[in-house]
């Protein structure tokens, strides 16, 4: 599955010691050479202090031989006129891998230093990343909140340098929204609905679309999830020429193309490449089960009578346990639907919508569009009018005709109303 690995496109967005993480990850799932991974390692070290680290990944790649003199510590004694500034503490500090140290100092520095200061926005990112480095996912949120303020209202920037920073921060923000409870709620909403930074990935990194994906499909928010798979859908359409893995791919088979056979073996793609990237592996099991019911709820949308056998066959499932799923989701009041035992069929209710709300549906806004035809209808009419000689009885003011027009809607949306009460009561003698 190393084909559908985005760490090499990802790490180039990330700062060195965020990449560890994603190392350790792949060392783990045994998908790259664990030479390759260990001399990665060692190159990404160089550049660092951590060189007790250093030390023991070198070891692991060459136990033969004897660890050269410029792997070997070189311990720095801390004085204090090495040290022009806090911020330049504070980086050492991260760079020894001290990130809770670093991310205090950070702290105070920017509790000190004033906005236009040249390192403020350097030790947010900084307090970032050791907030990540730590797992403190709530410290971390409210970094990013606050990077992204800065970010945003910075009017120094270059527009390239301001998308350089969007970017940058897409990445980085990929740690916090798929650990933090709210995360996957947040995604789509910066991802998504903000311009800029919907434009930012569309423009600089597209691969992004395979998290946005992941996060719609297992919002916990089925209203919320129905609405933003609309606007998911025709973003996947936008990028599909530049981007598209079996994530995208399964939405694109399942919403545009209508094919249930494409959208099932996209699902089971979807399974390897989630367990085999380091932000969505805890996603699997959500992912799944939201997946199957999408696949579900579109094939119900056009059958009134399904076949158990059939149903699990496209669910990549057993009939067995297809029928305990499908019982499950109407014991949870998700599936307005019957089960017949004799014939192994699902059998669909009917969903049609009431009179009553019918009614209420089509007189909600009536009151609305009658001022806005009346304003409309004044707008044409009175400027006509004004260039008419003014004698009694041609020309009406605007109170009168906005008046009259009142009171005819009024008759019509009356009229409106007594039908649909006629179709009430005659719907109801009829059942």
Not at 348 to 361: F, H, K, T
């Amino acid at each position: 599955m190393a084909d559908y690995d985005l760490t090499t496109k990802i790490a180039h967005f990330l700062d060195r010691h965020l990449v560890f993480p994603l190392l350790e990850f792949l060392s783990v799932k045994e998908i790259y050479n664990e030479k390759e991974l260990l001399q990665g390692k060692l190159d990404l070290l160089s550049e660092t202090n951590m060189v007790d680290f250093a030390m023991d990944v070198y070891k692991n790649l060459y136990p033969d031989k004897e660890i050269p003199h410029c792997k070997k510590p070189s311990r720095l004694i801390f004085r204090q006129e090495y040290l022009d500034t806090l911020y330049r503490y504070a980086k050492f500090q991260y760079e020894c891998g001290n990130y809770s140290g670093a991310a205090e100092y950070l702290y105070f520095f920017r509790v000190l230093v004033p906005s236009t200061d040249r390192n403020a926005l350097s030790s947010l990112w900084g307090k970032l990343a050791s907030e990540i480095l730590m797992q403190n996912w709530e410290a971390a949120m409210e970094d990013l909140t606050r990077l992204r303020e800065t970010i945003d209202n910075n009017s120094v920037s270059s527009p390239l340098q301001s998308l350089q920073q969007r970017t940058w921060l897409i990445h980085w923000s990929l740690f916090v929204f798929f650990n933090h409870p709210k995360g996957r709620d947040n995604i789509v909403e910066l991802f998504l609905y903000q311009p800029q930074y919907l434009n930012a990935i569309q423009t600089m990194c597209p691969h992004i679309l395979r998290y946005l994906t992941t996060a719609v499909i297992t919002n916990k928010d089925v209203r919320k999830r129905r609405q933003v798979l609309k606007d998911l859908v025709k973003v996947i359409q936008q990028e599909s020429y530049t981007y598209k893995d079996p994530i995208t791919e399964f939405v694109e088979c399942l919403y545009v193309n209508f094919d249930f056979d494409s959208a099932q073996k996209k699902l089971r793609e979807c399974e390897s490449v989630l367990v085999n990237d380091f932000f969505l592996v805890a996603c699997l099991e959500d992912f799944i089960e939201n997946a199957r019911l999408f696949i579900f709820e579109t094939f119900c949308r056009i059958h009134q009578c399904i076949s158990i056998s059939m149903l699990a066959d496209k669910l990549n499932m057993t009939p067995e346990e297809a029928e305990r799923w499908i019982v499950n989701l109407i014991r949870n009041a998700r599936l307005d639907a019957k089960i017949d035992s004799k014939l192994a069929h699902v059998v669909m209710g009917n969903n049609a919508v009431s009179p009553y709300q019918q009614v209420i549906e089509k007189t909600k806004s009536l009151s609305f569009r009658s001022q806005m035809l009346a304003m409309n209808i004044e707008k044409r009419r009175w400027p006509t009018a004004t260039g008419m000689r003014h004698q009694t009885g041609l020309l009406k003011t605007p109170a009168s005709i906005k008046m009259e027009i009142g009171f005819k809607m009024m008759k019509i949306a009356l009229m409106d109303i007594i039908q649909a009460f006629f179709f009430i009561e005659f719907n109801n003698l009829s059942v």
